[in-house]
T-cell receptor, first 116, second 115 residues
């Protein structure tokens, strides 16, 4: 079946503009994550959704960042008033939730955001 | 807080050689998982191998194996008979299997396999 799909693949925006990044998880996956990969860095956790539970927003770097997940499926990450330091690859991952052990994560190909 | 350190920003070897990528981590937890992910130019993170901390036996997946030293908090990846397709960024990651199961990543090692 289809994997995790992210759009757009690349986005160039001007400083101060708002952007929306989209993630379509694998059908049936109740857990969804957003990670950010800045140039030359590893990935850093941003936010986690699981079913109808309140999301874990502990990784969002500022109040300019927000995310929602509609109907337990598609998720949108919104960055308001973009800054140059927001330039990064934003990766989405989804997983089935099991009650024991580590969940295998399925990553998308990411959105490369460039703020000029 | 947990941290993961990869001290080799770049490595380069010839095809068919064996290469070892280093990773150290810091945690006070006793139950955790360690992973190696590969990121080719497509940007998709691909799981290479994983290790459960309570298992003393080192994990192996075909040409990929790990050397897990729990007391030393070390988790190195060995790639045997390296192939051109192994060229990628490699990330070491740590995870506690509770709640959100957030991954904590190292900075990555860019591995190049030369023909």
């Amino acid at each position: 079946g289809a994997g995790v799909s992210q759009s757009p693949s690349n986005k160039v925006t001007e400083k101060g503009k708002d952007v929306e990044l989209r993630c379509d998880p694998i059908s049936g996956h109740t857990a969804l994550y957003w990670y950010r990969q800045s140039l030359g860095q590893g990935l850093e956790f941003l936010i986690y959704f699981q079913g109808n539970s309140a999301p874990d927003k502990s990784g969002l770097p500022s109040d300019r960042f927000s995310a929602e997940r509609t109907g337990g499926s598609v998720s949108t990450l919104t960055i308001q008033r973009t800054q140059q330091e927001d330039s990064a690859v934003y990766l989405c991952a989804s997983s089935l939730v099991t009650f024991a052990g580590a969940r295998p994560l399925h990553f998308g190909n990411g959105t490369r955001l460039t703020v000029t | 807080a947990q941290t993961v350190t990869q001290s080799q920003p770049e490595m380069s070897v010839q095809e068919a050689e064996t290469v070892t990528l280093s990773c150290t981590y810091d945690t006070s937890e006793n139950n955790y998982y360690l992973f190696w992910y590969k990121q080719p130019p497509s940007r998709q993170m691909i799981l290479v191998i994983r290790q459960e901390a309570y298992k003393q036996q080192n994990a192996t997946e075909n040409r990929f194996s790990v050397n897990f030293q729990k007391a030393a908090k070390s988790f190195s990846l060995k790639i045997s008979d390296s192939q051109l397709g192994d060229t990628a960024m490699y990330f070491c990651a740590f995870m506690i299997p509770e709640g959100a199961q957030k991954l904590v990543f190292g900075q990555g090692t860019r591995l190049t396999i030369n023909p």
